[in-house]
T-cell receptor, first 111, second 112 residues
Framework: QQPVQSPQAVILREGEDAVINCSSS?????VHWYRQKHGEAPVFLMI?????EQKGHDKISASFNEKKQQSSLYLTASQLSYSGTYFCGTSNSGGYQKVTFGTGTKLQVIP | NAGVTQTPKFRVLKTGQSMTLLCAQD?????MYWYRQDPGMGLRLIHY???????AKGEVPDGYNVSRLKKQNFLLGLESAAPSQTSVYFC???????????FGQGTRLTVV
């Protein structure tokens, strides 16, 4: 099953913050976050493994709540370059790494 | 270092025609994946492979076949193309569980 992302779309002004959520109905082994700009391939942001860890990448960070089967991506002090569609991908705890992606959150940062 | 390369980048097919999409990676990755991307649907997994000679079905495997005869290549075949297969196809590879996936630039396929 695809993870569910919210919101579906968001518009920010430069410097504002945003949170994108990703939830699954199944137990998770890992959560993957990617950003895709229009007409391009998805680009890796970060991976979180079960254990509730939080990761950061410049002004983008993410958390993983294993018990709630949820992850959140935090974008602080947004820049124009943050615009794009953000996808979360999840893999469950059994077997091989089969990553299933959500439908994406379209983020637009305006001046 | 080319990463993940998809061939071709664009293709137009007539209904009922067949074709093969080629994905090649030069990172010695074990895992390879084929996704399709449609507006509003996100990335949906078609088939994947966890090593040379292995393949497995993803979420939307019907109408597609795959082969992984060599570790570096993952082929996606459409035996009888249908308009519903009009999409952008992405190939990806990763080293293993909990690893970053690297995506190719995509193949835009139109079936008329």
């Amino acid at each position: 099953q695809q993870p569910v992302q919210s919101p579906q779309a968001v518009i920010l002004r430069e410097g504002e913050d945003a949170v994108i959520n990703c939830s699954s109905s199944k137990a998770l082994y890992s959560v993957h976050w990617y950003r895709q700009k229009h007409g391009e391939a998805p680009v890796f942001l970060m991976i979180l493994l079960k254990g509730g860890e939080q990761k950061g990448h410049d002004k983008i960070s993410a958390s993983f709540n294993e018990k709630k089967q949820q992850s959140s991506l935090y974008l602080t002090a947004s820049q124009l370059s943050y615009s794009g569609t953000y996808f979360c991908g999840t893999s469950n705890s059994g077997g091989y790494q089969k990553v299933t992606f959500g439908t994406g959150t379209k983020l637009q940062v305006i001046p | 270092n080319a990463g993940v390369t998809q061939t071709p980048k664009f293709r137009v097919l007539k209904t009922g025609q067949s074709m093969t999409l080629l994905c090649a990676q030069d990172m010695n990755h074990e895992y390879m994946y084929w996704y399709r991307q449609d507006p509003g649907m996100g990335l949906r997994l078609i088939h994947y492979s966890v090593g040379e000679g292995t393949t497995a079905k993803g979420e939307v495997p019907d109408g597609y076949n795959v082969s992984r005869l060599k570790k570096q290549n993952f082929l996606l075949g459409l035996e009888s193309a249908a308009p519903s297969q009009t999409s952008v196809y992405f190939c990806a590879s990763s080293q293993g569980r909990g690893s970053e996936a690297f995506f190719g630039q995509g193949t835009r396929l139109t079936v008329v």
